[in-house]
Nanobody, 115 residues
């Protein structure tokens, strides 16, 4: 029943921007913490950002602090990840997750940062 569908990934040059979206369904979106994870080839999954329900608090990995912004629209049941000043090391599959720690995962969307 729970579905998380990511979109917005693609190929971008270093220094560029992308906005990822995650459309959620099958659960009461507003009461769950939501996160973005990423996984590069041959590397472990990394927690990128979390937006909590209480007070709308956010938390970021040091590697993306100041460049990425996570947000949520409870009316649209969507969580976003605005990615600015992208670097080649940001290249990865980005996953949307429900819960903290995560319980459900989306299928992921590919982000490639390259010249």
């Amino acid at each position: 029943q729970v579905q998380l569908v990511e979109s917005g990934g693609g190929l971008v040059q270093p220094g560029g921007s992308l906005r990822l979206s995650c459309a959620a369904s099958g659960f009461t979106f507003s009461i769950y913490h939501m996160s973005w994870y990423r996984q590069a080839p041959e590397k472990a999954r990394e927690l990128v950002a979390t937006v909590f329900t209480t007070g709308g608090r956010t938390r970021y990995a040091d590697s993306v602090q100041g460049r990425f912004t996570i947000s949520r629209d409870n009316a649209k049941k969507t969580v976003y990840l605005q990615m600015n000043s992208l670097k080649p090391e940001d290249t990865a599959v980005y996953y949307c997750t429900q819960g903290y720690p995560p319980v459900y995962w989306g299928q992921g969307t590919q982000v490639t940062v390259s010249s």
